[in-house]
C-alpha cells in the first residue's frame, strides 16, 4: 500500500521560506513521476511542480525561480524548498504519486496521480 506523508508546513511571514517533504513507502514501481499541489480555501487544486524519478523537473511558470522541487531516491522523499514566500501562496501542499514519467522536455505532460498525502498547510503573513 502507497503511503505519502508530508510535513514542513507552517506559517511564516512574507519573504521567508519552507521547506516541505514527502516521505513515500510501499512505492510500487521504480520509474514514477511525484509532483507537488496546492489548493487555497475556495479555489481549485493546482499544479506547483513535478519531478520524474530521473530528476527531471518541472514548474508552473508563475513560480519559477523561488520554488525547487528536488527528491532523495535513497530515502523515498520529496522535497519543495519555498523562498521569497507571498501570502497568496498560502494554500493546503499535496504531494502526489503517478506510475508514469510526466515531465518530458521540460514539458509536465501528465496530470494522472493515483496517490495523494494528506497535506500540509503553509500560511504566509503580509
Known amino acids: 500500500e502507497v503511503q505519502l506523508v508530508e510535513s514542513g508546513g507552517g506559517a511564516v511571514q512574507a519573504g521567508g521560506s519552507l521547506r516541505l517533504s514527502c516521505a513515500a513507502s510501499?512505492?510500487?514501481?521504480?520509474?514514477?513521476?511525484m509532483a507537488w499541489y496546492r489548493q487555497a480555501p475556495g479555489k481549485e487544486r493546482e499544479g506547483v511542480a513535478a519531478?520524474?524519478?530521473?530528476?527531471?523537473?518541472v514548474y508552473t511558470d508563475s513560480l519559477t525561480g523561488r520554488f525547487t522541487i528536488s527528491e532523495d531516491n535513497a530515502k523515498n522523499t520529496l522535497y519543495l524548498q519555498m523562498n521569497s514566500l507571498k501570502p497568496e501562496d498560502t494554500a493546503t501542499y499535496y504531494c502526489?504519486?503517478?506510475?508514469?514519467?510526466?515531465?518530458?522536455?521540460?514539458?509536465?505532460?501528465?496530470?494522472?496521480?493515483?496517490?495523494w498525502g494528506q497535506g500540509t498547510q503553509v500560511t504566509v503573513s503580509s
Open positions: 519531478i520524474n524519478s530521473d530528476g527531471s523537473a
Open positions: 502526489g504519486l503517478s506510475a508514469v514519467a510526466c515531465v518530458e522536455d521540460g514539458i509536465w505532460t501528465s496530470y494522472e496521480f493515483s496517490d
Open positions: 510501499g512505492l510500487p514501481y521504480s520509474t514514477y513521476c
